[in-house]
């Protein structure tokens, strides 16, 4: 197969100090703002690109554009008033800042979650990853020019976010694990209209595989194209899907079961290639082993049991003092929580570590010089990178 | 929630010096000739935005206005949160286009900016850009709570409050965030308020101008783009 | 865990090794060895993953606290590094050329918190705020709301209750 080598000897040489010497002046190289308003990009956020011709020789990415400053303003906040404004870091998959928030909170206060709260979230958040896939395999179709599948990906996502609005009441934001356990039980009927649901996926995914992946357009211009070393990906962080698709066999729901993970029987994907194509399929596959799991924690979960351990009173909650990681597998990498509390009601700094933050910044940037104006966007969705976690 | 620290003072002595790229300097061109340019008065028009006068004829104004309703063309800057709402109404379930509304890629092509959650500093400052290239008669909408008092982010460092300060809003959706249904109806409202011929903003915009100026530059500090860059 | 802490305390100088829960480990080290044990850890005990880099501002005891998350993930084990830094003129050692990727995290430090790490690619460029004129906005002497206040146009009529006194009002309205 094609080997994506850039041919880096037209290009300028690089500068004692290790930059590039680009001289826009001379002409021969154009500045090019690909975002943050732009269809090729992910999220709100912007890819300066130098291109010398149809090729890029430089890309410097620029974020910002949605920094709220969480991270000061959770300070402000006592520790169950952060419960609220935690899911908002993450638009597309919420789900996992609860859990990390939560869990990190009772592993500093000690306390002990209720079993059916831990199959509640688990549940949450195989949810939370499907509708996450669904946004990248839209993305990486839209990226390319197939429209289709950004139709029938958005549709399956809304009839998983009807089961979400059933669930917890609320469609993006759920605000449904909370420090202590979760708000609430499964709803009468809830697993047939589930199974209803996943059935649907499964026949629109079967779609998928004839419309897209078998498509010689899509073939041609994600094999071989946006290749990560996977030596690169111990230096660079890269976690999750995108180290699946260069062979590394690492899940955190396998490697360190959290919440019921231990319990439940799955496979990790793994590709080889650890091109655009791997990515997309390792994602594919992802799908189906998220709907495998869900219908086994609806058929294995306790029917009823307390959703709530018992919490001290919110509102003068005080938090030993100490620090604490709590980290996941989300649909991206890994998700984790830096939780400092110095004993008083306000926490005294949570750090979130996104896995966007080192795919979108650092590897993207290395691995843009080379490629096509037109493949950039493919290359930064095939990252599945979500800009508001970046900027928090 | 902590008090405010009454002895916290903004910093405001500091100005932010303008980039160097954007700086009068001489260049030399491909062919040899040295010209002086200065960016910020050479690559833009410098004209200031006039108000759109209204038909002469009531009868005629009213099919503009029923003309302009049935093709909002939206678009498709996802500024906030509220971006994610916005992909279901493309398609089939919530179909906004039977309302003829549309996405566009750029701002010359569309009449209805919307302000999808709340804005930071650095993305008012590309909103406004966008506004400003758009052709009128334009419309905004804000939507979410954060465009209207701030919502959720309140006490943020880095987001603008009250979104009516710095662009002319014809319209709020409430809710954090505003469901698909709720979407709709608020473009259904704008119709309305169109059709009727209430909705001002552009002209507001064009009247006010030293007003809206004012309260942009006073949150963007480094302003690096001319004052109307149509 | 505990062997691993072990081996490194007869090469480095180890502050107090605190465990927060299986897998998960704190310690303190001086500034000058950070770089020697960063090393050792990456390239002889396997922890080459870095997890995050970040700060906490103890601003009372007038010291950063800089954590470099590292983690073994064939043994699954997680070990929090701390440096303690001088809340004035606060300097860090970059490590870039260990991890690229910490290039990022020193570019979001030096602007969130103030704290510079001389040699580090880009590191005065702006990364999130544009235009920034005040106090590095993560510092725990810098007040958000008061800022905000002061920059931001507000709506009038928003009410702030203190949850506190508000929750009471709501359950026991008469007083009792």
């Known amino acids: 197969m094609f080997s994506f080598k850039p041919d880096r000897s037209q290009y300028p040489a690089a500068g004692e100090d290790g930059k590039l010497e680009i001289d826009l002046e001379t002409g021969k190289y154009l500045k090019l703002w690909q975002g943050p308003n732009h269809p090729g990009i992910t999220g709100n956020m912007s890819v300066e690109l130098t291109v010398c011709g149809d090729e890029v020789v430089k890309g410097t990415t620029h974020v910002g554009y949605l920094h709220r400053g969480f991270e000061k303003l959770m300070e402000r906040r006592t520790f169950i008033q952060v419960f609220p404004i935690v899911c908002r870091v993450c638009v597309p998959e919420p789900d996992f800042n609860e859990y990390c928030y939560a869990a990190a909170v009772e592993d500093l206060a000690g306390i002990e979650v209720p079993e059916y709260a831990d199959w509640m979230r688990t549940l949450i958040l195989e949810m939370g990853r499907f509708n996450s896939y669904m946004m990248f395999l839209g993305g990486i179709g839209g990226a390319l020019g197939l429209g289709i599948t950004g139709q029938w990906m958005t549709y399956l996502r809304d009839i998983m976010l009807d089961r979400f609005e059933e669930l917890t009441g609320a469609r993006i934001y759920h605000m449904f694990i909370l420090p202590g356990g979760v708000r609430g039980h499964l709803p009468e009927g809830f697993e047939g209209r589930m199974e209803e649901v996943l059935d649907t996926a499964e026949r629109y995914l079967a779609d998928i595989d004839r419309v897209m992946f078998s498509n010689s357009v899509f073939k041609t211009r994600t094999q071989g194209v946006g290749y990560i070393d996977p030596a690169l990906f111990e230096p660079y962080g890269v976690t999750g899907p995108n180290a699946r698709a260069g062979g590394v066999a690492k899940d955190l729901r396998k490697d360190s079961p959290y919440l019921v993970y231990d319990q439940l029987d799955f496979d990790v994907v793994t590709h080889t290639d650890s091109d655009i194509w791997a990515r997309s399929n390792v994602r594919r596959q992802d799908v189906q082993v998220s709907i495998d799991l869900i219908r086994q924690i609806l058929r294995k979960m306790p029917k009823t049991g307390p959703a709530m351990a018992k919490i001290p009173n919110v509102l003068h909650w005080k938090i030993p003092r100490g620090e604490t990681y709590i980290r996941g597998e989300c649909s991206r990498g890994e998700y984790g929580y830096y939780l400092v509390s110095d004993g008083s009601g306000y926490p005294r700094r949570i750090n979130v570590r996104g896995p966007s933050y080192t795919h979108a910044m650092a590897l993207l940037e290395h691995m843009i010089p080379g490629t096509n104006i037109s493949d950039v966007a493919a290359l930064m969705v095939s990252l599945h990178t979500y800009p508001p976690e970046i900027e928090r | 929630m902590k008090d405010v620290d009454d002895k916290f003072l903004k910093n405001i002595d500091k100005e932010f010096p303008l980039r160097e790229e954007l700086r009068p300097r001489t260049v030399t061109t491909p062919d040899g000739q040295e010209i002086e340019i200065e960016p910020l008065k050479d690559y833009f028009c410098e004209a200031a935005p006039k108000v759109h006068p209204k038909a002469y004829i009531p009868i005629v104004e009213n099919f503009y206005n029923w003309a302009r309703a049935n093709s909002l063309w939206i678009l498709g800057f996802g500024t906030g949160c509220g971006a994610i709402e916005m992909r279901p109404l493309m398609t089939p379930r919530f179909d906004a286009y039977r309302y003829g509304i549309q996405w566009r890629p750029t701002p010359r092509q569309a009449n209805l900016l919307m302000i999808s959650g709340y804005l930071s500093v650095k993305t008012l400052k590309r909103a406004v850009r966008a506004y400003e290239q758009m052709q009128g008669p334009k419309y905004v909408v804000g939507l979410g709570s954060c465009t209207i008092n701030g919502g959720m982010y309140w006490d943020s460092y880095n987001t603008i409050k009250k979104l009516d300060q710095y662009l002319p809003v014809d319209l709020y959706i409430a809710g954090c965030m505003p469901r698909p249904e709720a979407l709709l109806a608020g473009f259904m409202d704008l119709k309305k308020l169109i059709k009727a011929g209430k909705c001002e903003g552009a002209n507001k915009y064009a009247e006010n101008f030293a007003f809206y100026k004012e309260n942009q530059k006073s949150v963007i500090k480094d302003w690096d783009m001319p004052d109307y860059n149509w | ?176």
């Open chain 3, 1 to 176: 865990m505990r062997d691993i802490h072990a081996r490194l305390k007869q090469r480095h100088h180890l502050g107090q090794f605190e465990r927060q829960r299986p897998g998960l480990a704190f310690f303190t080290v001086p500034r000058e060895y950070l770089r020697g044990l960063l090393l050792d850890l990456r390239d002889k005990e396997g922890f080459s993953h870095l997890v995050l880099l970040t700060a906490v501002d103890w601003m009372e005891e007038g010291l950063f606290q800089l954590t470099y998350m590292l983690n073994n993930r064939a043994e699954d084990v997680t070990f929090g590094i701390r440096v303690m830094l001088d809340r004035d003129e606060a300097e860090g050692d970059s490590i870039h050329d260990l991890w690229p990727t910490a290039e990022t995290y020193q570019r979001e430090l030096k602007e969130m918190f103030g704290i510079n790490f001389p040699g580090s690619p880009r590191i005065d460029d702006e990364f999130i705020l544009e235009g920034w004129t005040d106090l590095p906005p993560y510092r725990r002497d810098f007040d958000s709301l008061a800022y905000s206040q002061q920059t931001y146009a507000e709506r009038p009529g928003r009410v702030t209750h203190d949850p506190r006194e508000h929750m009471k009002q709501k359950l026991y309205p008469d007083g009792v």
